[in-house]
């Protein structure tokens, strides 16, 4: 029996048909399982904070060697991340870190995800996790530390009503600090000194802070107030209008190491909680332009620019062949 090439593409057609049908048919069948996902959304007009937690950090410090009470090289990586996390999303007013955690400020306004929780605490948490692996030989192939194992983090979203909330939120995160790090600066210069662990838990057991910075400055000749201030006060990232070194503007997530807590740091940024508040005065960079955060986003600029010129001459050059 002999076809002709329409009544074989007519067949093919028929036949295709059917097999699309059966797919159909077996797709309906199954998509039932959808009905038990549930989809939470977020409410309206209310901050959304995203807190990224370090798990397990105590054994992932130990086993890289980071240094006690803290290892710059470790926060300026958390920095990286952070500032990765605030390159993907245009909709976050403030971002700020310590220690092994970092909270990203979402706008009342924001839409991102439709406000679904889930969607938005898992891809902050896994694009900061991957941009901290990601950025991890830039920070620590000086010191020659390789990665052993990979670190996680969790993730949680919390809601605040109000902008009073929201800045007592930070301010509570930036006081976390402090108290965190007075006591670990006490602690490890303890145990630096001789004692162990054990006592130098009894040796600060019920001690106030003026009790601790008495310790250091006494034994020690530690002045708590001029150890370095992101030990101290953490790091803001803030999006900024800014003029390099080299006299270009651009916008760029700059790291701020400032008191958060006083009434002058929200007059100085207003843009954090009115986006419609942003001015034309640009941001001076001063010392932070040496920051890793600053220098790897300046470095990426020209990496864009040298392509973009490379690739204008190559089109140059092959228009000129075809002339």
């Known amino acids: 029996m002999q076809f002709s090439f329409p009544s074989i593409l007519k067949h093919f057609l028929k036949r295709t048909a059917r097999s699309l049908h ?127 194992y990979p670190p996680s983090f969790d993730a949680r979203a919390v809601l605040y009503p109000t902008d009073e909330n929201l800045r007592d939120y930070l301010s509570w995160r930036q006081a976390d600090v402090h108290v965190n790090n007075l006591y670990n600066t006490t602690f490890w210069n303890l145990v630096a000194s ?58 760029l997530i700059v790291p701020i190491f400032e008191d958060l807590i006083s009434d002058a740091f929200w007059a100085k940024h207003p843009e954090i909680l009115d986006k419609k508040a942003k001015t034309d005065e640009l941001y001076d960079l001063g010392e932070n332009e040496a920051q890793p955060v600053v220098r790897y986003q300046l470095e990426m600029q020209e990496r864009r620019k040298a392509g973009m010129n490379k690739s204008e001459t190559g089109n140059r050059l092959l228009a000129t062949d075809h002339s």
Not at 65 to 91: C, H, I, R
Not at 202 to 225: C, V
């Open 22 to 148: 059966s797919s159909t048919m077996a797709l309906s069948r199954f998509e039932y399982v959808k009905q038990f996902e549930q989809e939470e959304k977020l409410l309206p007009n209310s901050w959304i904070v995203v807190r990224i937690d370090g798990k397990g950090f105590h054994r992932f410090c130990n086993v890289h060697s980071f240094s006690k009470p803290n290892d710059l090289d470790a926060l300026q990586l958390m920095n990286l991340a952070g500032m990765t996390v605030l390159q993907e999303f245009n909709e976050i007013a403030i971002g700020y870190g310590q220690s092994d955690e970092y909270s990203f400020v979402f706008r009342r306004e924001a839409s991102v995800y439709q406000r679904r929780r889930d969607k938005l605490v898992s891809y902050v948490a896994s694009l900061f996790t991957s941009a901290y692996m990601f950025h991890w030989k830039r920070i620590f192939n000086g010191r020659s530390i390789a990665m052993r």
């Open 194 to 251: 001789g004692l162990s662990n054990s006592d130098a838990e009894k040796r600060l057991q019920g001690t106030l802070a003026s009790d601790k910075n008495e310790i250091l400055f006494s034994q020690f000749g530690i002045n708590y107030n001029n150890e370095p201030i992101i030990y101290r006060k953490g790091t803001i990232l803030l999006p900024k209008s800014v003029v390099s070194s080299e006299g270009k503007k651009q916008r």
